[in-house]
């Protein structure tokens, strides 16, 4: 069982930057890659961007590179994603998940465990 808690949400004017953090408890937090999902209102959740358990490998969607950035520290049991330049359209609930099966990092379906959500709110 793993236990994930976000927090850094809130309300941002555009072109402004926020932190989300997610901080993980139970099953090894170290042994999963973790990703970040989003949902906007009335559409469905996407993938944001995934790290591997050493932080050797980062993914994200091809829409987001360059503003969005993961990062984790196995030794606080947290993920990160720093967001920069934000956009009205970045609003959003963001998720963070952790890995449970092989397969794309892509795909919420390979996610087993997810938290509460943290509310982005971007202004124009």
């Known amino acids: 069982q793993v236990q994930l808690v976000e927090s850094g949400g809130g309300l941002v004017q555009a072109g402004g930057s926020l932190r989300l953090s997610c901080a993980a408890s139970g099953r090894t937090f170290s042994n999963s890659a973790m990703g970040w999902f989003r949902q906007a209102p009335g559409k469905e959740r996407e993938f944001v961007a995934a790290i591997s358990r050493n932080s050797d490998t980062t993914y994200y969607t091809d829409s987001l590179k360059g503003r969005f950035t993961i990062s984790r520290d196995n030794a606080k049991n947290t993920v990160y994603l720093q967001m920069s330049s934000l956009k009205p359209e970045d609003t959003a609930v963001y998720y963070c998940?952790?890995?449970?099966?092989?397969?794309?990092?892509?795909?919420?379906?390979?996610?087993?465990?997810w938290g509460q959500g943290t509310q982005v709110t971007v202004s124009s």
């Open positions: 998940s952790a890995k449970v099966s092989g397969g794309s990092h892509y795909y919420s379906s390979n996610y087993g465990y």
